[in-house]
């Protein structure tokens, strides 16, 4: 049972490159996310999806893309990577209005 | 504007004894509260939760209590054991947890010491 996958599971970028985050989850949840974790913080909502084919924004949108093609897979996308992203990004999902969501491992990101 | 404070950033107790890791809220549309254990390089798993339309709920040594009128849960770890020592997240979510967003406090480092 693999639950929540994330790759990669580590990456460092140079300022201004691109990279696309994978989030694969094998429960049929209807709903997903992701977060950032910075130094001193709680996790933050980037963006979610209540279904395949829908997005919206959260908490911390700003310099990332999001697309839900598949209903178990949501993409993270940063178009051009700035300092300021560097963190540890988590994927979470959960089926349609019950909790807890479940989250992966996280993705460790530097941007240099 | 934290609506969710975790205003012990750690916590260090003895093994056998009790643990205990608070949260405030200031949201009142909050009624569903979560919380989450994680170990370091994982992602955070979920523990034990509470509705509130109940002051307390267990799980073995984990109770969560919850006083609404304060706007203030907290969890016990009874005993503690040196494997919960991990980073405790407080969540909450609206509508009874329907609501699918979750507002995570800045999380408290449990360290339970042998």
């Known amino acids: 049972n693999a639950g929540v996958t994330q790759t990669p599971k580590f990456r460092v970028l140079k300022t201004g490159q691109s990279m696309t985050l994978l989030c694969a989850q094998d429960m049929n949840h209807e709903y997903m996310y992701w977060y950032r974790q910075d130094p001193g913080m709680g996790l933050r909502l980037i963006h979610y999806?209540?279904?395949?084919?829908?997005?919206a924004k959260g908490e911390v949108p700003d310099g990332y893309n999001v697309s839900r093609l598949k209903k178990q897979n949501f993409l993270l996308g940063l178009e051009s990577a700035a300092p300021s992203q560097t963190s540890v990004y988590f994927c979470?999902?959960?089926?349609?209005?019950?909790?807890?969501?479940?989250f992966g491992d996280g993705t460790r990101l530097s941007i240099l | 504007d934290q609506q969710v404070k975790q205003n012990s950033p750690s916590l260090s107790v003895q093994e056998g004894r009790i643990s205990i890791l608070n949260c405030d809220y200031t949201?009142?549309?909050?009624?569903?509260f979560l919380w989450y254990k994680k170990y370091p390089a994982e992602g955070p798993t979920f523990l034990i939760s509470i509705s509130s339309i109940k002051d307390k709920n267990e799980d073995g040594r984990f109770t969560v209590f919850l006083n609404k009128s304060a706007k203030h849960l907290s969890l016990h770890i009874v005993p503690s054991q040196p494997g919960d020592s991990a980073v405790y997240f407080c969540?909450?979510?609206?509508?009874?947890?329907?609501?699918?967003?979750?507002?995570f406090g800045k999380g408290t480092l449990l360290t339970v010491n042998p």
């Open positions: 969540a909450a979510s609206g509508r009874g947890g329907s609501n699918y967003k979750l507002t």
């Open positions: 979470a999902s959960n089926s349609a209005g019950t909790m807890p969501q479940h």
């Open positions: 949201n009142s549309m909050f009624d569903y």
């Open positions: 999806s209540v279904g395949e084919g829908t997005t």
